[in-house]
Structures are given as C-alpha cells and as structure tokens.
T-cell receptor, first 114, second 111 residues
Framework: SAVISQKPSRDICQRGTSLTIQCQVD?????MFWYRQQPGQSLTLIAT?????????ESGFVIDKFPISRPNLTFSTLTVSNMSPEDSSIYLC???????????FGSGTRLTVV | GQQLNQSPQSMFIQEGEDVSMNCTSS?????WLWYKQDPGEGPVLLIA?????ELTSNGRLTAQFGITRKDSFLNISASIPSDVGIYFC???????????FGTGTRLKVLA
C-alpha cells in the first residue's frame, strides 16, 4: 500500500496565525482526503482534494478557513487559517489507491493553538 | 457529520482475554473496514469486508460483515498489551467514495 509522509508531525501555533500541512505520497493516487480528529473524538472528513481543481468541502468546512491545494497526483497541502484554540486537533491526510476499497492514512499532524 | 455507533466506548480487559466490539448503522453498507489507531499515529487498516456474512481473519483478529449489512463485528482473541489503542470501524454505501467512521472503541489491556 501507499506510504504517506505528512509534515509537520506536530506544531504549537499562536492564535490568528496560519499553518500549512503537507502530504506526500510515494505513488500516484486518485483520491486524497483531509480529516480532522478532535481530542478524544472520531475522524471527520474536511474535504476531498481534487487534482487540478478546487477541493470538495464537507458541510461545516469552508475554503477560506481550510484552503487545500493538490497540484499533482502525489502531493497535497491543507492550510488551517486564522487559527483559534478550537482548531487544536490532529489533522490527517488519507488516500484511496486505485483498485483498493480502503483508505491509507498518514501519521497525522498534531496541532495545538495557544 | 454522520457517524457510526460503536460499542463499547471503552473497555479494560486482562491480558489473554478475548475482546468483542461492534459497529451499527442506520444505513446499508457495501464495505466495512476496521482500523486501529495507536497514540500519535494515524489509523492503520486491520481488516476489510466486502460482502454480507463475510468472515475474515488477520492473525488474532476476526471481523464479520453483518448479514443485515447494517452492522459489523470485530473480535480479538487472547489479547496482549500491544492491542491497546483505539479501534474504529468505517462503512461505505454504494455510489459514494466516502467512508463514515465510527465513534471508536478504546481498548486497554491489563497485564
């Protein structure tokens, strides 16, 4: 299965600032996703990152707050903008490889906003 | 967003005991997945199920796709300390690429 490298692994940020998280996959994949996992909670889909076009956002998530780029089939970024303490979460990149019906996850970015 | 109900929410067990957990949905799914998440890591796929009634094993783990297609079960036999973690189910209906994740079962094993 695909190997996903996610950076940074963790960060502590000041409120009002922005953080960009990178997701690099070792093979070309069709589907890439960004999830949020709030402390002690399950995984919530933020958006599907579409190669060469705007991401598809889930209800409750907007592009101004979580801009996403996907310039090619192996790389995507998620930016958490104008952060507040409520944004403190683990952010996870995941992919679905062609021919597989399951998701592979990166190790996540643990974000703390102070 | 929609979530699947997992039970139990958490459990403490003795090393060597068997563990059972389940996941239920109001929707019919055509795929069920079971993941384990260790602290500081992303979820790792344990077992994938594609057909109602399917029973699949991965070492000491066995998972079943419920015949109603609205539930799934995971069993861990002879638990060991490294089984500690959070177990998530995930389900997907036909016609969508998105998985819905369960609320998670937090497992703690007492040596």
């Amino acid at each position: 299965s695909a190997v996903i490298s996610q950076k940074p692994s963790r960060d502590i940020c000041q409120r009002g600032t922005s953080l960009t998280i990178q997701c690099q996959v070792d093979s070309q994949v069709t589907m890439m996703f960004w999830y949020r996992q709030q402390p002690g909670q399950s995984l919530t889909l933020i958006a599907t990152a579409n190669q060469g076009s705007e991401a598809t956002y889930e209800s409750g998530f907007v592009i101004d707050k979580f801009p996403i780029s996907r310039p090619n089939l192996t790389f995507s970024t998620l930016t958490v903008s104008n952060m507040s303490p409520e944004d403190s979460s683990i952010y996870l990149c995941s992919v679905e490889e062609k021919g597989q019906a399951s998701y592979t996850f990166g190790s996540g970015t643990r974000l703390t906003v102070v | 967003g929609q979530q699947l109900n997992q039970s139990p929410q958490s459990m403490f067990i003795q090393e060597g005991e068997d563990v059972s957990m389940n996941c239920t949905s109001s929707s019919i799914f055509n795929t069920w997945l079971w993941y384990k998440q260790d602290p500081g890591e992303g979820p790792v796929l344990l077992i994938a199920l594609y057909k109602a009634g399917e029973l699949t094993s991965n070492g000491r783990l066995t998972a079943q796709f419920g015949i109603t297609r609205k539930d799934s079960f995971l069993n861990i036999s002879a638990s060991i300390p490294s089984d500690v973690g959070i177990y998530f189910c995930a389900g997907r209906t036909s016609g969508t690429y998105k998985y819905i994740f369960g609320t998670g079962t937090r497992l703690k094993v007492l040596a």
